[in-house]
């Protein structure tokens, strides 16, 4: 597997659109649909590619849910 370049926002580590969509678990195109409403309206932009830090990325997984971590499982009897 081709290692993904490192890229560093302002002391943090930050993803190209590829990376964040392989982060979130989601199709690299349903990132584009999240701009504005989960991600910040105005990524950082490098050559004609967006970039987004991760704790951006993390605060989107937190609000859509995609961490599962506010899953709860009840056996049904």
């Known amino acids: 597997m081709k290692k993904l370049p490192q890229i560093e926002i302002d002391g943090e580590k930050g993803y190209d659109s590829v990376a ?3 982060y979130l678990g989601i199709n690299r195109k349903t990132i584009y649909t999240y701009l504005g409403e989960y991600l910040p309206a105005k990524p950082y932009v490098i ?6 830090k991760q704790s951006e990325l993390d605060l989107c997984r937190r609000y859509l849910n995609l961490d599962r ?4 499982v009840t056996r049904a009897e």
Request: glycine share 8%.
């Open 20 to 22: 964040a969509s392989k």
């Open 47 to 52: 050559n004609s590619g967006y970039v987004f």
């Open 69 to 72: 971590q506010n899953k709860e």
